[in-house]
């Protein structure tokens, strides 16, 4: 990533957290929300809109449109959005109230910021700043500046964080047999260390599509046909130019748009970020039942309290966490889904205070991840509980005897079977008894007699270890 186009505001940020209205600017703020803020704050879309503006200068410099601009001239445009602190936000909000128009407002900070440090001393500065553009233009490349920059930066570290956690987890796990549950009923045994990579294979595959995703913007005038461009300097190919400034930020042009871009690459970015939610909901729920089940544990920590009342509870708070702000996340998403891709013929400002809450849904979704990766660390199996319910309930083996029986054309072997199981609870003696009584031949009683909830797991360790090749595949 090109460290000139890094807009977001630095670290130094402060908040006071009992006054926040978001989660992310208040409880969450020191460990995810101030990141969301580098990138989504107001502040960061001021220093991005300054950092545009700045570049666009120097491209119509670089084609001849105005003077040719010296090399220090051009150094102190592409660092002007380091001159926007808090004292040149303020003064922007200042001159907002009277104007109600945040982009112009900008741009006179801009100016005043130019001819204080004295970058441009001559006409530059009133007839160039901000010509032929929609305020759109602008905004919408500094959005998509910050989005990319935030992806790349925060989400898929620790994205990429929360998969490593889940192949450490299911290396220690992959020889760890667990009753399967369908329906929430007993029905054939598998690997706890699969069924973990099957959830971290389903997030590989997410986290390549995010990694691979590229986001477009737009610099296409007031209704999306460079009017303003082509009338005044006719023989400059504008489309060219329009394509040629946005790539120069890393970003994909779309040069097929009303005054803003029709939002369609933005809303496949949100049904992506929308999947990776709804796989954490589902990963965190079933944690919590294999905890509430008895097959796992959770790492006790003496100074913490599960419950107010109740002081033997050890409570799942982590993924209760991660599937609360992964539910969060969604119901934003979705409602912009809905939302962002339509307006009024060429421009309504609809989108654009919706657009001011981006964080939230990414921030959310972050720090689902995040939550997912602390429950993760915290687990480990309880071989004791786990063989115990195995030993339980031999009916949970029904499948492979009565297909073995089908497989050697042994007549009505379902039924057979499903007379002696159903509805009822087999213990080890109970199975042997049933295989002992089938008008068999001794030697499929003695393949039958090898059946037991412990090695019925087919295929699953060998899928383990590809699912754990393929994450890696995905993440590096």
């Known amino acids: ?23 992310l600017d208040g409880r969450l703020w020191n460990e995810i929300g101030k990141d969301v803020g580098r990138f989504f704050g107001d502040e960061a879309l001021v220093r991005a809109r300054i950092g545009v503006e700045a570049n666009y200068l120097i491209a119509l410099s670089r084609i001849g449109l105005i003077r040719k601009l010296s090399l220090k001239e051009i150094s102190a445009l592409k660092n002007l959005h380091k001159k926007i602190d808090q004292k040149a936000y303020i003064r922007i909000k200042e001159i907002e109230k009277t104007l109600r128009h945040d982009v112009m407002s900008m741009t006179q900070v801009f100016k005043e910021i130019l001819k204080k440090e004295k970058i441009l001393t001559d006409s530059l500065i009133e007839n160039w700043i901000h010509w032929s553009l929609t305020s759109e233009d602008v905004d919408n490349i500094a959005r998509s500046i910050l989005l990319n920059n935030f992806l790349k930066n925060v989400y898929l570290p620790n994205y990429k964080k929360t998969l490593l956690t889940f192949i450490k987890k299911i290396n220690e796990s992959k020889d760890i047999v667990i009753p399967g549950k ?53 023989n400059i190919d504008w489309i060219k130019f329009s394509k040629d400034f946005i790539k120069s930020f890393g970003l994909v042009p779309n040069i097929f748009t009303t005054q803003i871009d029709p939002k369609n690459n933005l809303v496949s970015l949100f049904s992506i970020i929308q999947l990776t939610n709804s796989i954490v909901i589902d990963v965190s729920q079933d944690m919590r039942l294999m905890i509430g089940f008895g097959w796992l544990k959770q790492t006790v920590n003496a100074k913490e309290i599960g419950s107010s009342a109740m002081p033997q509870k050890v ?11 992964a539910l969060l996340s969604n119901w934003i998403l979705e409602g912009l889904i809905r939302q962002l891709p339509v307006s009024w013929l ?32 915290r687990i480990r199996p309880n071989k004791e509980n786990i063989l115990k319910e195995l030993d339980s309930d031999w009916t949970i083996v029904s499948e492979g005897i009565q297909t073995y029986l089908r497989s050697q054309s042994i007549p009505d072997a379902y039924e057979i079977i499903k007379e002696k199981t159903r509805g009822n609870d087999f213990k080890k003696e109970d199975f042997k008894k049933v295989i002992e009584n089938l008008n068999v031949s001794d030697q499929i009683k003695n393949k039958l007699g090898q059946i037991t909830p412990e090695k019925y797991i087919g295929e699953g360790k060998r899928i383990t270890n590809l699912a754990i090749s393929k994450i890696k595949r995905n993440i590096y």
Not at 351 to 363: H, V
């Open 346 to 377: 060429q421009r309504d400002l609809v989108d654009k205070t919706i657009q001011r809450n981006l964080g939230l849904p990414f921030g959310y979704s972050t720090i689902s991840l995040i939550s997912l990766s602390k429950g993760l660390e």
């Open 182 to 234: 369908t329906h929430l009923q007993t029905a054939t045994p598998t690997l706890l260390g699969k069924e973990l990579s099957v959830y971290a294979s389903r997030l590989s595959e997410i986290y390549q599509k995010i990694n691979n995703f590229k986001i477009e913007a737009k610099l296409m005038g007031a209704t999306g046909n460079l009017s303003a461009q082509k009338n005044s300097f006719p």
């Open 315 to 325: 409570n799942p708070i982590d993924f209760e966490n991660s599937q609360g702000n």
């Open 1 to 23: 990533m090109d460290k000139t186009f890094n807009y977001q505001i630095d670290n130094n940020l402060s908040l006071r957290e009992g006054l926040a209205n978001s989660n």
